[in-house]
């Protein structure tokens, strides 16, 4: 069974910076990109970031490119996002969300784990 | 904003069908055959529904069903139950600089 679980998500002041952590289990881990998608409180789905299966290319909305970094550990099964100079519309749940095509971006998510909440305020 | 445009609610009868359309530009939905759909329950993940437009993953139920025309892509969901209520994103490849977009969500209400 895919399961991927968040966590780092915590209270932090504008302009702080944060690091969050998605485990995966069930599934051949190295063989998938993986995505960040974010969900502001009552408000709809954004994309934010893919990194390939390798690690050696990655993507980033408009919105965070350049304050944002996504990265991977292979050997830990692990999804990482590196979030500096946070504003308060970063305010969301982020959802950490497994690519469908195995070496490849098929640009879709398969498979999304429950969401770590990240709120910017003073 | 979104870069997709969905109706912001539709409402259908048990039995019923409803259709939610999904509006997009030359640029995303109209240039890629990589329209997907996902539902989400309150306090849940998105779960996929269709996929590269009209694609069912396995143990998605045959009611629902995605077609394509031009800039703008539909869901349809046949002989509705009480369980399809959820909101309805829509999502697409938007190519080598916006890469994903989604809709703005369409909230299905189940009478």
């Known amino acids: 069974e895919v399961q991927l679980v968040e966590s780092g998500g915590v209270v932090v002041q504008p302009g702080g910076s944060l690091r969050l952590s998605c485990a995966a289990s069930?599934?051949?881990?190295?063989?998938?990109?993986m995505h960040w998608v974010r969900q502001a409180p009552g408000k709809g789905l954004e994309w934010v970031s893919l990194?390939?299966?390798?690690?050696?290319?990655?993507y980033y909305a408009d919105s965070v490119k350049g304050r944002f970094t996504i990265s991977r550990d292979n050997s830990k099964n692990s999804l990482y996002l590196q979030m500096n100079s946070l504003r308060a519309e970063d305010t969301a749940l982020y959802y950490c969300?497994?690519?469908?095509?195995?070496?490849?971006?098929?640009?879709?998510?398969?498979?999304w784990g429950q969401g770590t909440l990240v709120t910017v305020s003073s | 904003q979104s870069a997709l445009t969905q109706p912001a609610s539709v409402s259908g009868s048990p039995g019923q069908s409803i259709t939610i359309s999904c509006t997009g530009t030359?640029?995303?939905?109209?240039?890629?055959?990589?329209v997907s759909w996902y539902q989400q329950h309150p306090g849940k993940a998105p779960k996929l529904m269709i996929y590269?437009?009209?694609k069912r993953p396995s143990g998605v139920s045959n009611r629902f069903s995605g077609s394509k025309s031009g800039n703008t892509a539909s869901l349809t969901i046949s002989g509705l139950q009480a369980e399809d209520e959820a909101d309805y994103y829509c999502?697409?490849?938007?190519?080598?600089?916006?890469?994903?977009?989604f809709g703005g969500g369409t909230k299905l209400t189940v009478l």
């Open positions: 999502c697409s490849y938007a190519g080598s600089s916006t890469y994903v977009v």
């Open positions: 069930g599934f051949t881990f190295d063989d998938y990109a």
């Open positions: 590269e437009v009209s």
């Open positions: 969300a497994k690519d469908e095509a195995p070496y490849s971006s098929s640009w879709f998510f398969d498979y």
């Open positions: 990194i390939s299966w390798d690690g050696g290319s990655t």
């Open positions: 030359s640029s995303d939905v109209g240039s890629y055959n990589l």
